[in-house]
């Protein structure tokens, strides 16, 4: 499918963080492809982010597009992706975060990949790297997740049911993926009609991105363009307490692994093998450091396994 003139409509979940979003807000109005519509499902606890969104309406005018604020009770980052698309009347849907600032041709660019490769149906773009692993110990990490499977850095799924979206390198040419990221993730609208963000996932819905893109990796292609380019901020706001992320994490792997890969005994042998690596990367930090955070992450990785083995987590 090619498209004449396609209409865009961007998601973006917000939870209590207006100036994030208002930096957001600020590149959108600015691109040289403007959205047809912004949809901000908005998760807070305040009418701060209402208010911003309505203002960026009485501002904006004259761009022609229209700005969809919507309150959402229930928290959830996937929830509220997939009630922004409800909302949504675009050929494109694009879902990013409100920490994210995009460049200026990050639309056009999308829509363009789209238009000359009808064979593609979902597009992540290029995050600008600012902070790249250094050293022996970055080195270490990474080798040690290639050998225990949990990341080859490629944007593939492993064989064990790991592997994560490329955001610690910047590519140079598109990429056939199989994992992007949700703050950066494009979709033919009838494609995300047919699959989209799994509910199972809840609140902070670690690794729900990684789920849905595997799962519209089986049916038709994932592109990652160099040229799509946007800047990650790293909001610290409304992050969860160590213990709560950790238990998630390894529950959403767990859940992740059952979906797709729990197919044979061998399989299980190498989910198992992933989770030992994990805690064996952690082992070696905390050895290297003798940090006191760190003793306090391979404590917690200790506690949640066993659960994991219980079945308690």
Request: charged share 25%.
């Amino acid at each position: 499918m090619t498209f004449v003139d396609p209409k865009i409509s961007l998601i973006v979940p917000t939870l209590n963080r207006p100036r994030e979003l208002e930096n957001l807000l600020n590149s959108l109005v600015r691109q040289a492809k403007l959205p047809d519509e912004i949809i901000v499902v908005d998760q807070s606890e305040n009418t701060l982010t209402r208010e911003l969104v309505r203002s960026f309406e009485g501002l904006n005018k004259d761009l022609g597009m229209n700005f969809i604020w919507h309150y959402q009770k229930d928290k959830g980052s996937a929830k509220a992706r997939n009630e922004g698309f409800r909302l949504s009347k675009g050929d494109i849907v694009c879902f990013t975060d409100d920490d994210i600032i995009l460049d200026r041709d990050y639309l056009k660019n999308i829509v363009n990949y789209f238009s000359l490769h009808p064979e593609v149906g979902c597009i992540g773009g290029n995050v600008r790297v600012i902070n790249v692993p250094k050293g022996l110990k970055g080195f270490a990490r990474d080798l040690l997740s290639r050998i225990f499977l949990i990341s080859f850095f490629d944007g593939k799924m492993t064989p064990s049911g790991f592997g994560f979206p490329i955001f610690l390198k910047e590519i140079d040419k598109p990429l056939q993926v199989d994992l992007i990221a949700g703050y950066s993730m494009n979709f033919r609208r009838g494609v995300f009609l047919k699959n989209q963000f799994d509910e199972w996932f809840t609140g902070y819905s670690f690794r729900e991105d990684v789920e849905l893109s595997y799962r519209v990796s089986l049916e038709t292609k994932i592109f990652m363009i160099p040229d799509a380019r946007f800047e990650h901020h790293h909001s610290r706001l409304n992050r969860i307490d160590p213990m709560g992320l950790k238990s998630m994490q390894f529950r959403n792997y767990h859940y992740i692994f059952n979906k797709h890969k729990n197919t044979s005994i061998m399989r299980g042998i190498l989910f198992g093998y992933s989770i030992l690596g994990i805690l064996f990367i952690d082992l070696l930090e905390w050895l290297s450091g003798f940090k006191k955070n760190k003793w306090e992450f391979l404590k917690m990785d200790v506690v949640v396994i066993n659960r994991l083995i219980k079945g308690d987590l």
